[in-house]
T-cell receptor, first 109, second 115 residues
C-alpha cells in the first residue's frame, strides 16, 4: 500500500529553527509537495521537489532524497504566524496526490 | 472573487436532510477535486473531474453525489448522511489532472456536522 508518515505534532520556540520530516512509500513518484494549513483555513502551497536536493524559498526550505523516500521541511527564524499544520503529499505514478496526516506545529514565545 | 471559493462555510444537517456544497474556481483550471478532511487523518480524495468529466471516484458511498456542470463549478450533493460523515470538505482545482508540477489550489472548506 501507499503510505506517508510525518510526526503528529511538534513544538518550537519563536526565532528558532524546526525541521519537519516526511517519509513515503508510494507506487511511483512524480514529485513531493508541502502545504501549510492554518486552523479553519485552506491548505496553501509551500514547495515542490522532484529532484534530489534542497530547494530554498525565503525562510522555508525543502529537501528530498528519492532513494531514501524522505523529505523534510525546514523553517528558519520561526514566527508566531508559522503555527499551523504542515502537510506532506507525494504524487504517485497515476499523478494522484497521496497525503500525510499533517504535522501540527506549535510555536511558543 | 479570486482563487477557489466554497459555500457554505459551515453546515449542520440531520441524517434525513438533503443539502449541497458548492465550489467555484476563478483560476481557469480544467481539473477540480473534492476531498474529505477528518481530524488527525490524511486528506481523502473523493472525486476528480477533468474537463467536466469524472475521472476518479474513490469508492465513495452513494449518499455523496458530485456534479460538475462546467470547468468552473463543482457541487457535492448530500443525502441521508451519517454522523461519521462529519468533517471538513475541501474543494481544490489544478490546471490539469496529469503532469508532475500540478499544484492544487484549495478552497477554505465547508465544515459539515451531521447530527
Amino acid at each position: 500500500g501507499q503510505n506517508i508518515d510525518q510526526p503528529t505534532e511538534m513544538t518550537a520556540t519563536e526565532g528558532a529553527i524546526v525541521q519537519i520530516n516526511c517519509t513515503y512509500q508510494t507506487s511511483g513518484f512524480n514529485g513531493l509537495f508541502w502545504y501549510q494549513q492554518h486552523a479553519g483555513e485552506a491548505p496553501t502551497f509551500l514547495s515542490y521537489n522532484v529532484l534530489d536536493g534542497l530547494e530554498e524559498k525565503g525562510r522555508f526550505s525543502s529537501f528530498l532524497s528519492r532513494s531514501k523516500g524522505y523529505s523534510y521541511l525546514l523553517l528558519k527564524e520561526l514566527q508566531m504566524k508559522d503555527s499551523a499544520s504542515y502537510l506532506c503529499a507525494v504524487m504517485d505514478s497515476n499523478y494522484q496526490l497521496i497525503w500525510g496526516a499533517g504535522t501540527k506545529l506549535i510555536i511558543k514565545p | 472573487e479570486t482563487g477557489v471559493t466554497q459555500t457554505p462555510r459551515h453546515l449542520v444537517m440531520g441524517m434525513t436532510n438533503k443539502k449541497s456544497l458548492k465550489c467555484e474556481q476563478h483560476l481557469g483550471h480544467n481539473a477540480m477535486y473534492w476531498y474529505k478532511q477528518s481530524a488527525k487523518k490524511p486528506l481523502e480524495l473523493m472525486f476528480v473531474y477533468n474537463f467536466k468529466e469524472q475521472t476518479e471516484n474513490n469508492s465513495v458511498p452513494s449518499r455523496f453525489s458530485p456534479e460538475c456542470p462546467n470547468s468552473s463549478h463543482l457541487f457535492l450533493h448530500l443525502h441521508t448522511l451519517q454522523p461519521e460523515d462529519s468533517a471538513l470538505y475541501l474543494c481544490a482545482s489544478s490546471p490539469e489532472t496529469s503532469g508532475s508540477y500540478n499544484e492544487q489550489f484549495f478552497g477554505p472548506g465547508t465544515r459539515l456536522t451531521v447530527l
